[in-house]
């Protein structure tokens, strides 16, 4: 079992940036494959960013290319989302995710764990 505990969100102006934390207990994170999604008032989850733990290998979002990066802290156990150059239409709930299998699973939302999801409001 993993247990997810996100931190981090809150309400940030257009342009500006936030550092989405994700911290993992029970196993450590380099078995697994890290994500974040979040999810929009009246909108599905959709897919943010994901990591491989081990390998480092990275997945984007088209929508968040260039702007977000998922670095992680193997001494913490625990993954980021860094968020800059935010802008309204990023304003959602935001999700950590693991799951032990592929990333392509995870980013399909296919996940093993789920965190309790954090808000992340900009404004205009």
């Known amino acids: 079992q993993v247990q997810l505990v996100e931190s981090g969100g809150g309400l940030v102006q257009a342009g500006g940036s936030l550092r989405l934390s994700c911290a993992a207990s029970?196993?450590?994170?380099?078995?697994?494959?890290m994500g974040w999604f979040r999810q929009a008032p009246g909108k599905e989850r959709e897919f943010v960013a994901a990591?491989?733990?081990?390998?480092?290998?990275?997945w984007y979002a088209d929508s968040v290319k260039g702007r977000f990066t998922i670095p992680r802290d193997n001494a913490k156990n625990t993954g980021y989302l860094q968020m800059n150059s935010l802008k309204p239409e990023d304003t959602a709930v935001y999700y950590c995710?693991?799951?032990?299998?592929?990333?392509?699973?995870?980013?399909?939302?296919?996940?093993?764990?789920w965190g309790q999801g954090t808000q992340v409001t900009v404004s205009s």
């Open positions: 029970g196993r450590p994170f380099s078995q697994y494959v």
């Open positions: 990591i491989n733990w081990s390998a480092g290998m990275t």
């Open positions: 995710a693991a799951d032990g299998r592929s990333s392509s699973r995870l980013r399909s939302g296919q996940c093993d764990y």
